[in-house]
């Protein structure tokens, strides 16, 4: 019962270098997000998607690109890696049956950029 | 503009005594609610939801939280807190909207147990 996976759990990036976050979710759910955590600030959604080829920005985008190409994975691409990008990163799915459901998290990648 | 505000950044409870973390919401439209609870170091755990129906909601753990429509809260109650319920908790409003189902989060209360 794997739920929703992500990878890697840690990484440390150096300025100006790349990165994907992994997801995956077996649940086959619809929706799918990213989001940062950082302290005292809560989750801020950073893109999300409602489907297999259809992705939307969120309230913090910059510096962030993502696909969708499945039903199962929702990939985060970190181009140009800054320090501000440093954070906890959660990617979560839900399912939207006339407007219900829930938010299933991943564990999370702590992401480090010096 | 919707939003959620948890008024309390950290509070502190003897174990055996309740608990209440504040929640408000803004949104124009009936909210789906939520309450999730995270563990250090790991992800987000449902505790309980309110789409409609009774305005007290039961959830996991013994939590439990009302819908106040006239009041826009959300309050998470526990009459016995134990010492594992030391956590950070957070409040989330559904909005629903035709690019998308969208969930917005408040910054979130950290609870401190203490013996």
């Known amino acids: 019962n794997a739920g929703v996976t992500q990878t890697p759990k840690f990484r440390i990036l150096k300025i100006g270098q790349s990165m994907t976050l992994q997801c995956t979710q077996d649940?086959?759910?619809?929706?799918m997000y990213w989001y940062r955590q950082d302290p005292g600030m809560g989750l801020k959604l950073i893109y999300y998607?409602?489907?297999?080829?259809?992705?939307d920005k969120g309230e913090v985008p910059n510096g962030y690109n993502v696909s969708r190409s499945t039903t199962e994975d929702f990939p985060l691409r970190l181009e140009l890696a800054a320090p501000s990008q440093t954070s906890v990163y959660f990617c979560?799915?839900?399912?939207?049956?006339?407007?219900?459901?829930?938010?299933?998290f991943g564990e999370g990648s702590r992401l480090t950029v010096l | 503009a919707q939003s959620v505000t948890q008024p309390d950044i950290h509070i502190t409870v003897s174990e055996g005594a309740s608990l209440e973390l504040r929640c408000n919401y803004s949104?124009?439209?009936?909210?789906?609610l939520f309450w999730y609870v995270q563990s250090p170091g790991q992800g987000l755990q449902l505790l309980l939801k309110?789409?409609?129906?009774?305005?007290l909601v039961q959830g996991i753990k013994g939590f439990e939280a009302e819908f106040k429509r006239s009041q826009s809260s959300f309050n998470l109650r526990k009459p016995s807190v134990h010492w594992s319920d030391a956590a950070e908790y957070f409040c989330?409003?559904?909005?629903?909207?035709?690019?998308?189902?969208?969930?917005?989060f408040g910054t979130g209360t950290s609870l401190t147990v203490i013996p």
């Open positions: 309110y789409f409609s129906g009774d305005t």
């Open positions: 949104y124009g439209a009936t909210p789906y």
């Open positions: 649940m086959n759910h619809n929706y």
């Open positions: 989330a409003v559904k909005t629903l909207r035709d690019t998308g189902n969208q969930f917005y």
């Open positions: 979560a799915s839900s399912y939207s049956i006339l407007g219900t459901g829930e938010l299933f």
């Open positions: 998607s409602v489907g297999a080829g259809i992705t």
